[in-house]
């Protein structure tokens, strides 16, 4: 199934587009060194906030920055799909790159917490208040996760060995 | 050239995880440093209101902590290659100057310079700002941050495909 879709991959435009220009690859990696910077740089902020630090932030401030988070990861999801259209096999066969995808999953189910637990408690709270148990451990958690897919991301290349 | 004889050039260029730390830190650098310092261009720029600009300001406090990651694991990085990659890379006719690299150092400094320059400011006037509005100086300055970040960004991932 794995060779299946693989073929598939590199018989598609986007293969031709990614693998076709010397710059398309460069450029995309450009753009998912951008997307990152800016996806950990919000999160921190509101991770941060989630756990009980900077209280001058209030709370509905935390939520108006989750846009901005949604859309670089966008970025870095749109990208990423480059990489792995242009070149499959090279991360089909590399471990370093399903624990990635595996943390951006856990990262993911993590947000979904966030959505549906987290954030209702929050807009029933004064601005600057303390943040409930729940808060603090999805903040750790997205640190974490997030985290974890960066350094497997930049370690991909010396991590595992691709079928590339 | 002296600095790639170091035990320090030697352990980095040489052993199994040398390299790869020192370029992951280098990532992980790079996303504190230039994503809060995106967070607060962009919150100077207009968005996210209901940020106070005090705590941006704050955040920058931590992106100080990735731009000394980035010091340190740069400059690691540096040693192994300092005149035959970074400097210097081999070129048609020699050695020749490289452009690349030296131009995202310039930047790098060039942005670190705004963060610092931003941060006083914002730390000395903002109390007199309306949340919806700062001095089209300022926003000039958060609009710089930006294009020396995304250049400097550029310039650095452009670097790996020089010199190989």
């Known amino acids: 199934m794995l060779n299946a879709a693989e073929n598939w991959m590199t018989s598609t435009w986007i293969n031709h587009v990614v693998l076709g220009y010397a710059w398309t690859w460069p450029t995309l990696e450009t753009l998912h060194f951008l997307g990152l910077s800016l996806l950990m740089g919000t999160l921190i902020i509101m991770d941060l906030r989630l756990i009980g630090f900077q209280r001058i932030i209030p709370l509905t401030a935390v939520h108006s920055l989750m846009p901005v988070a949604i859309f670089a990861f966008s970025i870095n999801l749109i990208t990423g799909l480059g990489f792995i259209f242009g070149d499959p096999r090279l991360y089909s066969g590399n471990w370093s790159f399903w624990a990635k995808m595996i943390l951006v999953l856990l990262a993911g189910l993590n947000f979904v917490v966030y959505y549906f637990a987290v954030e209702p408690k929050l807009k029933k709270l004064e601005p600057m208040a303390a943040t409930p148990a729940i808060a603090k451990a999805v903040g750790v958690a997205s640190l974490l996760f997030w985290s974890g897919v960066l350094s497997f991301g930049r370690l991909l290349p010396y991590l595992g060995t691709g079928g590339g | ?164």
Not at chain 2, 23 to 42: E, Y
Not at chain 2, 69 to 78: K, R, V
Not at chain 2, 91 to 113: C, P, Q, R, S, Y
Not at chain 2, 122 to 142: E, G, I, L, Q
């Open chain 2, 1 to 164: 050239m002296w600095l790639e004889e170091t035990g320090l050039a030697d352990w980095v260029r040489s052993s199994p995880a040398g390299y790869p730390l020192m370029i992951t830190l280098h990532a992980f650098g790079m996303a504190i440093m230039v994503g809060l310092a995106l967070a607060l261009d962009m919150r100077l720029l207009g968005w996210f209101s209901g940020m106070p600009y005090a705590a941006l300001q704050r955040f920058l406090g931590v992106a100080w902590i990735g731009f000394g990651i980035n010091f340190i694991s740069g400059s690691a990085l540096f040693t192994t290659q300092s005149a035959s990659k970074y400097v210097f890379q081999p070129g048609i006719n020699g050695l020749e100057f490289n452009w690349v690299f030296m131009g995202k150092m310039t930047l790098v400094f060039a942005g670190a310079i705004m963060a610092a320059i931003l941060q006083t400011t914002v730390n000395r006037d903002s109390a007199t700002w309306p949340p919806t509005s700062v001095p089209a100086k300022v926003k000039f300055m958060a609009a710089l941050s930006i294009v020396f970040w995304l250049v400097a960004i550029t310039l650095g991932r452009l670097t790996a495909y020089l010199g190989a």
